[in-house]
Structures are given as structure tokens and as C-alpha cells.
């Protein structure tokens, strides 16, 4: 089986659309590129025969992989770690509803609102200043402020 150009071409946008899909971190897409570029060659009658073009396509995007993808996480700067949300230990959360103990609400924290659950062993009212005291994921365990 012969690869046409189109071939090589459609194989690069399906391992763009796969990278642009997914959380990867810039792997697949060196493929599409790498892909592509062989479909190119093709087109223009310089990519020899189907061992050849494989083989072009396998070093082409190993090779892009190697020198792009480090300076490209550094452009788009996502190499760089994000806040630890565990920093909220100690912040100041304000319920929007009261909060009996144990149950779980909505707390303000600069600015949005979190799931909350009451730590503590009284209700806690609307508007009451209160202590993140652990971050759980997305929720926030809340206890009455001076009363940890």
C-alpha cells in the first residue's frame, strides 16, 4: 500500500486535533508537524518510497520533539508550577448561608465562591468571619475564626 500525500497530511491535523484535545503537553502534536511535513515532500515528489517516508516522518518529528518543545512550554510558559491551592490554609472565608456543623455551604474567598464544610461544633452564620483550616480539592473546610 502506497501513502499518498493526503494521506500524511490528514494523519498530521487527526494527531493535532488528538493534542488539542487532550491535557498532553505538547508530545503528539511534534507527530502532526512531523506528519505533515512528510505529506509536503510527498506532494513534491521528494519523499521517496513508503520505508523512506516512514522513516522521514519517525526522525522529523522525533527530531522537532527535541528542539522545540522545551523552548515552546517556555514561550506559553507552562512548565512553570501552578499556586499550590493548599495556600488558602489560614485565609479568611465568609459563608454566604448558615452552615450547621458538619454540613456543607457556600463560603466566599477572595472573591469567589467554595463549596465549604463546617469543621466546627456551632453553627456557622451568614457572614461570619471563618479560618480555612484544609483544602479538599474544590471544598473547603471552614471552622469559626479564633476558634479552631
Given at each position: 500500500m502506497d501513502m499518498l500525500w493526503w494521506h500524511w497530511i490528514v494523519?498530521?491535523?487527526v494527531f493535532?486535533?488528538?493534542?488539542l484535545a487532550g491535557p498532553g503537553g505538547f508530545f503528539i502534536?511534534?507527530?502532526?508537524?512531523?506528519?505533515?511535513?512528510?505529506?509536503?515532500?510527498?506532494l513534491a515528489g521528494l519523499a521517496g518510497p513508503l520505508?523512506?517516508?516512514?522513516?522521514?516522518?519517525?526522525?522529523?518529528s522525533v527530531v522537532s520533539l527535541l528542539l522545540f518543545r522545551n523552548p515552546l512550554l517556555r514561550?506559553?510558559?507552562?512548565n512553570e508550577a501552578a499556586p499550590k491551592?493548599?495556600?488558602?490554609?489560614?485565609?479568611?472565608?465568609?459563608?454566604?448561608?448558615d452552615i450547621?456543623?458538619?454540613?456543607?455551604?457556600?463560603?466566599?474567598?477572595?472573591?469567589?465562591?467554595?463549596?465549604a464544610r463546617n469543621t466546627g461544633t456551632t453553627t456557622l452564620g451568614r457572614g461570619q468571619r471563618c479560618v480555612?483550616?484544609?483544602?479538599?480539592?474544590l471544598m473547603l473546610h471552614i471552622a469559626p475564626e479564633g476558634g479552631r
Open positions: 494523519i498530521g491535523l493535532a486535533v488528538i493534542e502534536i511534534f507527530f502532526g508537524v512531523g506528519a505533515v511535513i512528510v505529506g509536503a515532500l510527498e520505508w523512506f517516508q516512514w522513516l522521514l516522518f519517525s526522525f522529523v514561550r506559553l510558559r507552562l491551592v493548599d495556600a488558602l490554609e489560614g485565609e479568611i472565608a465568609v459563608p454566604k448561608d450547621p456543623p458538619g454540613a456543607v455551604g457556600r463560603a466566599e474567598l477572595r472573591g469567589s465562591q467554595w463549596s480555612v483550616t484544609k483544602v479538599d480539592g
